[in-house]
Each structure stands twice: as structure tokens, then as C-alpha cells.
């Protein structure tokens, strides 16, 4: 009954360095508008230089910075004004020695100018004459045509996803759709005779409802992917084969919920194997021993325990940085850590990586047990620690990392 | 032309304390498979017990504890196989002192066993009789009825926003759809006569591509938000006012990035009181001084600085803790820090927040500086440094808590 489910068992490190399937989603076009967060699919270069014409960053005088060396309360500097520059409009004046054109704070710096006084700095003291009373250096109270981005420099790179300011400067160059990585779709599957769908209200002696499959979709959103929640498959011979076959065509990765008894995971391995190809049975971790990776033509196959919390541990440490590949992210952003201090010692054993959940509180993280059946140990966490693959534990008092959940 | 712009300039504290429009958004249900990162408008409590029946944690045999006391492999306890526990079905047998039942991980408890012995310390050495070759502690091997989750006992809780497990926790119970706060909607309007779409092609001399609404509506988005672009208005007189009254009545939030000459600044203020009332005009913020906050009926008005990098910013502090208030989450997800060595000193002026952009390379925290008219600045940060209101800089060397981006 036991012996040969853990045939092929592989540490988690392995499984991020050797499990790779090649699949990668194809590569749309999205506006703007829709792409928050979406992965470039190669960089983005500036068609323009930004901001493509030297301007004014503050109110004031455009000057020859010369005409103002030397200028003090006791000594100005007098100017003649020669005229002003409107918003969004070529200027209609160059700048001569002597002479000096008002600027509004964005305007474009008339020829013959290499600087702006600041409007606190002068005074009109007759009509038609500015009065400079600190000097100005070249290149001070304004910016180059090319000082943001040159024409040509990457904008936002490849294989990263956007972020807001991102957004912004994509808009400032001109580009208004960008060639991204289609979202992975995430076929998640449920099985096990005892398992129904969420919406059975009264349940008979042994059902549960099915936890894990809303749980996956939400970190599979997360990362960028498109779930897919593809059903409850019975423990029926056969019955996961044909979904499998049924969902493989149109997934980038199928996630396996399995029966957590020893017949239902056979059953799960049976199914897989029969339609892809088996990488590992058994992954050294705890929880989710009895995980199983697989690749059909290169679309991963992830076999989760049947325990929710178990699964999406597993699924959070395998399936998430896989999601993000397949989606043109080779380097997962990184999830914020804090150092906090451990309240307990905690046992593990050497070559297995532990996941333990934590709360913490002032500095402190509190190590959340319970059976791993027990999904509100992960509803509690506010992240969780690893005890690395070669420690044998972690003694109470010493600082940890609590990597956070979002 | 100076002198009266900033006449009630206030701090970013006095701001978050007092700056308390009453506006919240509707409530609405929506279904699990739509609310990820929703904000429960009130407590869930949970309409049953998890997992609702004593339920087998492991493959082995229901027993009573009392029978495996002193069991090991030298002295085995024998036990008489009464039956088996099928995976989602309520149990035709008992176990009766003496005996014990076959029991699948997630199977239902017998009546009469208290505990379930794992099969790897059993062995069925005649037909019908189990060796137990470890005692088992009442209790062990299973889950009580209620152990995850006790009837009417709180699921999730109101006004923090749902994460994976959640949904999950609420599947298992049987919740399907959730009353959550609607997503606040965002007009964000742009002005200023030398802003032109970011669609347009070729510019002439003066003009620039609004970046600031692209990066603004990926931050509204990111807070819970739901963006509208309302476009860019003139700095003709009485166009933002006649904008302003037509967005707000279906806007919870309306963001102005105003005009960032003087003028321009001085039309957005009159248009903001005219339609509303004006709570502060000019913010002890750097960048960022030249922020208005209103409000109209208690829906908020932001008036954001002319250029992107101070305007990003000032929604960053401002803006998203109000997004987050109005869409029924009164106290924002904390962003992650990092600590990291401070590369330079910073200097700053006491009663201002200063918000400083930086790399963080190998522990170590480089402020990026230039002209705030400089967007490239932002998308290069990985978070930010804040000087405090009451500092007046910070030395190089220090460690310092850097605020992360997504």
C-alpha cells in the first residue's frame, strides 16, 4: 500500500533548476489602458527623446547665465525683457546678451538661453527691465531635450511586468500598445468522490466542498494568469485521463488537485503519466510531500496533495515561479520579506525544505500549527518561514525572514 | 504672482488625520471567482463548522486510543478489521473495543474510535486481524468537526482586502458570493494647453504626451480602484470647472493634474472651489508642495503638481490612503520595506516630508535625483526613502526603511 508512490522523490531546489518546461504563451497587443502589470514581451525602445525639447522646470526669466554671474540683493543684475513664452507653443523670441524672456514652469527655452532665473529671484522694478538678484549656472531651472530618455533607449524592459510609473512613461513617448505575453491559462482541475462544488449547501456525511480550486485561482490572478476552473473529477478509472485530455489543448498549465488518500494518488499518477510525461512523484517538502510534476508537449503538469493548505503551499512555491515563466517572466518579482524574531524552536529534517505558516506581531513570528487539513492556518498567516533543505531545524529567539503574503 | 498660491499650505500628517471626506462606495455582491482582493463590506461569519464532520488526517485505522496503549514492535496490539471508511461516505460500522476500521486520509470517523493509527505502523498479518505496532494518543490521526472553523465564527473579516486563502475558507464553507464595497471610480482629468494625447504622433514645439493619467489609472488600479480617463482640458477659464461638474456626480475620487505654471495653478484652484470646498492649498511635501485637496458633497478632489514625478508621488501618500478609505478599507495593506544603507546624506527642512527615490543595490539604498520634471526617475526606483516631518536630513551610512514598489 506504501513503498512505491515516492518513486522518483526530488528536493524542491531541483525541481525550480531541472523541471522547465518549454512552453511559453504567445505574444498580443494591449493598450495601455490593459496593461498593468503584463509582461513585455521584449524591450521597449523610446521612439523619441523625452522631453524632446529643452524646457523650463520652474517659473522665472530665461537668461544667458552669464548676464547673471555676480548678481546680489546689493548688485543686480538689470535685463531687458524681451518678451514671454506661452504654454505649449514655440517661443517667438530668442534670448540676446542682456536680455532676458518670461518662462512659465514647462515652456520651451527660447535659442540663445542656457538658463532660467527663478521668479523669486528678480523684480520687474520698471516696466520692460528684470531686475536678477542671484546668478544662475548654465543648464540651472530647466532640463535638456534628451535629459529624461534619448531616442532609442529602452523605455521598460522585457520579461518584467509594468508597473504604474511605467504606464506613464510609455505615454510620455508615444507608445500606446505594447506587445505582451498573453496571460497563462490555468487549467485547475478538483478530483475525489468527496469532493463537491462550492455552492452545495447542506453537505452529506464525509463531502466537502471544494476549497482548493477557488484558493489556486486566486494565486494563479496573482501571477498573472487566467484561471480556468475546469470541474470535479470522480475517482473513476479513467475519469481524469479524458479531463486531462479534454483541457491539456487549451491550458498553458494544468494544476491537479488529487485525492489525498494513497488510491487517489495513484489514480492522479496514473492519469498524468498516461498523458504526458512524469518529471518527479514526491517532492521533499513539508506539507506537500506527495506532489507530482509532469510535462505534456512541454505544458506543465502539477499533481497537488489532496489537503488544501498542503496544495497551495506547494503550488506557491512550484506552480507560481513556473506561471511566471510561462508567461515571459524568467525572474519572479520578489515577494517582500521582514526579519522577525522565532518564538519556538522549530524541528525539521535535513534535505526537506519546511514551509511554516507565521503571524507576526511586534517583531515576533509565531509558528501556526495544527494539522495541515486546516485551512485557516493559512487564512491566519501573515507569511510564512522556510527552514532551508540542508537544516535540521530553527532554535526559538533567532531572527527569521517571514517571506509576506500579499 | 507668488505669495498667496500656498496661503494653507499644511503637512502630509495633518492631511491623512484631517482630510476625511465621508464618501464610501455602494455595496455589491459579487462571486468568489470575482473577488479576489475585494473588500468584504462587513465580517463573514461562517454559516457551518469546518470540516464539519471528524475527519481521518491520515491512511490507516480508526481505533479506539485506549487499545494501541503500550503497543510496539515487540509487543503488537491486535486488532479485529471491522470494515472500511469510503471516501465521501458516512460509515456502516462502529468500532467497538477490540477492533478498528480502515480509514482513507479526509475519511469520515467511525463512531466509537478516537483516534486513527497511521497504516505504515500496521501490518495485516492474518486476514482480518491488524498488528498495531505504535500507540496512538486520543485525538491522533484526525480532525475534530470544528477544528478549522466553528459555526458563526468570523471567516474573513470586513474591510480588509480578500486574499487566495480566503477564497478558499469561504468555498469550503459553502459562501459563494460576497457583499463587497464597489471598486471607487477615479475621473482623472488632465490640463494644461501644452498636454496632448498620448496617441499623437508628432509633436510640436512645447507640447507633451499626458503621462501622468496612464500612471495614475495603473495606481487607482492598484489601490482597488476603477480608473476614468476624463481627458485634458484647456486652461481656457471655466473649462475645468465645467469638466469637474460633469464628472463628479458619478466619481467617488476625481484627481486634477494641473497645469504646472503659476496661472495654470491659480485657474485649478478657482475651479475646485467653485464646485466645491477647499480644505488645503499647498502641501509641506517635497516634491509635491503645490497640492490642492477639496471636496465636493464628500467626494474628494485631489489637485495634482504639474509634473508626473511629483504628481505620482503626491497620489502615492495622498491619493491611495483616500482610495482605500472610500472603497471600505480604512487602513491601507502596509507596503513591504526593506532595510538598506543609506548611500549620501539627504538634506531636508523640518515641518516638510521629503519622499526620496531610490536603487537599492546589495543592501545598499542610492537616491536617484534630478529635476522632478523627470519621469524616468520613478520607473528606475525600486521604493522610496521619507524624511520625516520633524527631521532636517539624513546622514549617509544610516539604515533606512525603503518602501518597495509592486
Known amino acids: 500500500m506504501s513503498g512505491r508512490e ?11 533548476a531541472g523541471f522547465r518546461p518549454a512552453h511559453r504563451t504567445a505574444v498580443e497587443e494591449v493598450p495601455l489602458s490593459a496593461a498593468l502589470h503584463r509582461v513585455p514581451a521584449a524591450d521597449i525602445p523610446s521612439p523619441h527623446a523625452l522631453p524632446g525639447f529643452a524646457k523650463s522646470t520652474v517659473d522665472g526669466f530665461a537668461v544667458r ?8 540683493d546689493g548688485l543686480p543684475s538689470y535685463l531687458d525683457l524681451l518678451g514671454a513664452v506661452r504654454m505649449g507653443a514655440a517661443p517667438t523670441v530668442s534670448v540676446r546678451p ?40 548654465p543648464g540651472g531651472g530647466m532640463v535638456r531635450a534628451d535629459d529624461d530618455v534619448a531616442a532609442g533607449t529602452v523605455l521598460v524592459a522585457g520579461g518584467r511586468p509594468l508597473r504604474a510609473p511605467d504606464l506613464g512613461l510609455l505615454a510620455a513617448a508615444g507608445v500606446t500598445s505594447v506587445p505582451v505575453h498573453a496571460r497563462p491559462r490555468v487549467a485547475i482541475i478538483s478530483t475525489g468522490d468527496e ?12 463531502q466537502v466542498r471544494d476549497a482548493t480550486a477557488s484558493a489556486l485561482a ?3 490572478i496573482e501571477a498573472g494568469g487566467e484561471p480556468v476552473i475546469a470541474g470535479i473529477v470522480s475517482d473513476e478509472p479513467g475519469a481524469l485521463k479524458e479531463k486531462l485530455t479534454e483541457v491539456l489543448p487549451s491550458s498553458d498549465l494544468v494544476v491537479v488537485s488529487a485525492g489525498s488518500s494513497v488510491g487517489a494518488r495513484d489514480e492522479t499518477a496514473g492519469a498524468v503519466a498516461a498523458v504526458g510525461e512524469v518529471w518527479c512523484h514526491g517532492l521533499a517538502i513539508k506539507p506537500g510531500k506527495p506532489t507530482l510534476l509532469a510535462e505534456s508537449n512541454g505544458v506543465p503538469m502539477i499533481g497537488l496533495p489532496g489537503n488544501p493548505l498542503s496544495a497551495l503551499v506547494v503550488f506557491g512555491q512550484i506552480g507560481l ?18 526579519r522577525a524574531r522565532l518564538s519556538r524552536d522549530l524541528a525539521s529534517v535535513a534535505g526537506r ?30 507569511g510564512y518561514v522556510i527552514i532551508p533543505e540542508p537544516a535540521t531545524g530553527l532554535d526559538a529567539g533567532i531572527d527569521v525572514d517571514v517571506t509576506l503574503y500579499p
Open 6 to 16: 515516492f518513486f522518483t522523490t526530488r528536493t524542491v531546489a531541483e525541481a525550480l
Open 65 to 72: 547665465a552669464a548676464d547673471t554671474y555676480g548678481a546680489s
Open 98 to 137: 542682456g536680455g532676458c524672456v518670461a518662462m512659465p514652469t514647462g515652456g520651451v527655452i527660447p535659442d540663445g538661453a542656457d538658463a532660467v532665473v527663478m521668479v523669486e529671484y528678480t523684480a520687474e522694478t520698471m516696466p520692460g527691465t528684470i531686475e536678477v538678484t542671484r546668478p544662475v549656472a
Open 195 to 206: 469532493v463537491v462544488p462550492p455552492e452545495t449547501a447542506e453537505l452529506t456525511a464525509g
Open 218 to 220: 486566486g494565486l494563479a
Open 321 to 338: 515561479p513556473l506561471l511566471w515563466r510561462i508567461g515571459g517572466c524568467p525572474t519572479p518579482p520578489v515577494r517582500p520579506n521582514v
Open 353 to 382: 525544505l519546511d514551509v511554516i505558516q507565521v503571524k507576526v506581531t511586534d517583531g515576533v513570528a509565531e509558528p501556526l500549527f495544527g494539522p495541515s487539513a486546516l485551512l485557516s492556518v493559512l487564512t491566519s498567516a501573515d
